[in-house]
Structure formats: structure tokens, C-alpha cells
């Protein structure tokens, strides 16, 4: 079945840096451009960014530019984020979705938590 | 885009129908999404082109509007539809998601 499975949360210091990855099973990874949608506690949902099909064309909320990079290996079904410079605000549970214009496919989610 | 719904929260009882808003600061067209959230779990996708059920989703989840402003009715709420309800627009980047209304047991 169509699944995706998030990992590499945990809890980092501020300033840290950290690797989420994202493994796709059920459908063929690199025709489907992917996102990355975050969750702070008690908050709603927020797009962190998104990376094309080809990994040719990506994008990045303003919130998190030129801290976090997406990128994709489309050989092992894989999506990444690596986050650098982490803030208490980036404290959240880290989904990623199968997405370019609504996210129809969806993990579990991975928590980040950033305190000291 | 700013996304605003409303009611923030909706205390519907079971069998009821309830009816939630969503209003884009601008235009999107029909490009809108509803999501419902559970605790604990992931949202999944309800609607999708303001008004096109994703697939295995009941009939009764219904959505409608264009522009500026849409609505997400549940004709007959059941207990696992007691949740949070989300809109998206995917009109314009940065994607963008409402605040969430929670419909909660009456």
C-alpha cells in the first residue's frame, strides 16, 4: 500500500542541526513532486517546503530559508530535510506528504523537539 | 494567502449536520483542500478541488465555494468524524493552511 514513513527526529539544542528522512513504498517515488508540512504543539499546520519530481525545482517558507535544505534520492525512494541553525520555534512534529498542489498522501510524522 | 475558518470550534451532536467556513484573504479559485486531523495521527485529505471527495471518503462530506469563500458540510456527523478540519489553498506559494476548526461532541 501506499506508505510513508518519517525518521530521524529527536531532541537538539538550539543552533543544532539535524536530518529527517522520509522512505516511500507503494508508488513510484520520482513521478510525484513531495513536501514537507510541519505541526508546532497545540498548533496547526504549516508548509516548510516542497522539491519537484526531478529535485530540479524546490521551494521554502520564508520561516525556514536558509536554514533547512529538501532534497530527494529518487534510487532509494527517499525524501530529506536537513535542518540547520534550529530555533525553539522549529519544535514541532515534521510530516511528510505526497504533494504539489494538495498533499493527498501522508506519514505519520517524526517529532523535533529544540530545547537546551 | 491568509486562510481563516470558522467557527473555531463547532459542538455538533451525532446525526447532526454540521457546516464549517473557510475564507482566502484572495482568490484561489477552486484550488482548495479540507483535511481532518485526528489526535495523535496525520491529517488525511477530505476534499480536493473545492469540491471533489478524495478516495474512500464518505458521501457525506461534502464541499463547495470558489473564490474567497468555501464550506465543508458533514450531513450526518458519526463519532469518528468528531476531529479538526483544515482548509488549504494551493492557489499560490507559500501553500497555506487555516487555523483548524474542531468539531467536538455536543
Known sequence: QVQLVESGGGLVKPGGSLRLSCAASGFTFSDYYMSWIRQA???GLEWVSYISASGSTISYADSVKGRFTISRD?????????MN???????AVYYCARALWYMDVWGKGTTVTVSS | IVM???????????GERATLSC?????????????????????????????????GIPARFGGSGSGTEFTLTISS???????????????DWPRTFGQGTKVEIK
Open chain 2, 77 to 91: 456527523l458519526q463519532s469518528e468524524d468528531f476531529a479538526v478540519y483544515y482548509c488549504q489553498q494551493y492557489n
Open chain 2, 4 to 14: 481563516t475558518q470558522s467557527p473555531a470550534t463547532l459542538s455538533v451532536s451525532p
Open chain 1, 74 to 82: 529518487n534510487a532509494k525512494n527517499s525524501l530529506y530535510l536537513q
Open chain 1, 41 to 43: 504543539p497545540g498548533k
Open chain 2, 23 to 55: 475564507r482566502a484573504s484572495q482568490g484561489v479559485s477552486s484550488n482548495l483542500a479540507w483535511y481532518q486531523q485526528k489526535p495523535g495521527q496525520a491529517p488525511r485529505l477530505l476534499i480536493y478541488g473545492a469540491s471533489t471527495r478524495a478516495t
Open chain 1, 85 to 91: 541553525s534550529l530555533k525553539a520555534e522549529d519544535t
